[in-house]
């Protein structure tokens, strides 16, 4: 499969979805700044927002469409690539560039002149997609009358293929059942595979299965089969003593990262990290609840500045912020730990432990807190936002805050 660019005309990667609460408002923002902005890109790109959006039969687009809306139906021409997003969309005309959707349902009967990429509960193709499709979700069915001209790949609960795939299918899923032709090879990973009566293998059959391979009578494979078993993670099935043995291998791989990214930030900036700590036993409430805002706000600021800058310039911003809000998480998570430390070397009568034994003491709580089942994972998503929240509101004082005695190191 060779991929190319999502959309061949201003821009080049794939847009992440917005949050399902604004995705109805995402196309009319974008039109807005850009006929502000830049009036004439504006005009360079069409954007419909409604509840119910038509792109009538006899409707000619003669650029790039970007829809959303509760329900999407294009049945007219687009010369151009399509970007929707909606709860049901239906696609029963042409579009000759990309075809982009994620919303709960869609329906593919036209023609896609390029390639189509879909994310939803349930996916149809049952018309033809040129170039490769690619489908992530609960469903996808291709119809009997269903064409992919080139490579198919599936990341789905279930499938059901009915159609034609011209060259290579790549398959994961739980259960996949093939019925129709594949001119190339097929790569599954699977918890069922299905060959009916129907099923035409042109290439070779390589697949991992857990619950086994039904092969009808009738079903044609014309390159070799070859079954191996699904193992989990990398290393299959294990004993109870090798799990116990990876487990602590695991465990102790952890505190030596999070030690080691802990010791990044005490050792260059100590001052801060003596600040990060007063902070946290200052301002606790205050320290989670920055931490929450900072993790609920950001992803979102984040999504809908990458699809504006999609369009005008500038996505990469959206990417860096995410990138740098990760980097912060895991130095709050890291300072959490430092703060546990301190906090346990005091109450052990050692309040002038070093900061860098502090921080390993610490980090090994926490590692041992974070394995327990459930509550174990909610703390340690605490402890991150707790430091996290911390951090910031460190890196906004003018210094380093007044350091308790418990807290110096």
Known sequence: MQFRPLLRSRTTRHPRPAPLACLGLVPALLAAILALLTPGLAHAAQFRHEHIVVIGPDEVINDDLYVAGGEIDIRGHVNGDVVAAGGKIRVNGEVTGDLITAGGNAVVAGVVGGSMRSMGGSVTLSGTVNHDVVVGGGQFVLGQGGRVGRDLLLGTGSSDLEGKVSRNAWLAGSRIVISGEVGGNVNARVGQLE??????????????????????????????????????????????????????????????????????????????????????????GKSLGVGTILAIAVPFAATIVFLMGVVIGGWWIGTTALFLLGVLFAIGYAAAGYFAGQWLAARMGSPGLHRGVALVLGI???????????????????????????????LFRPGPGVVSSHASG
């Open 195 to 284: 060959l009916t009566d129907a099923a035409v293998l042109d290439g070779d059959l390589n697949f991992a299965s857990r619950k086994g391979f039904r092969r009808a009578p009738g079903a044609t494979v014309r390159g070799e089969v070859t079954q191996s078993p699904l193992r989990y993670g990398r290393h299959g099935e294990r004993s109870a003593v090798a799990h116990l043995v990876l487990g602590m291998m695991r465990w102790a791989r952890s505190v030596i990262g999070w030690t080691a990214f802990g010791l990044l930030f005490l050792l260059p900036f100590p001052e801060r990290a003596r600040g990060v700590v007063a902070t946290l036993a200052g301002s606790p």
């Open 364 to 394: 090994v709580v926490l590692a041992l807190i974070v394995r327990i089942p459930f509550a174990g994972c909610l703390i340690g998503v605490i402890a991150a936002l707790f430091g996290a929240g911390a951090v910031a509101l460190t």
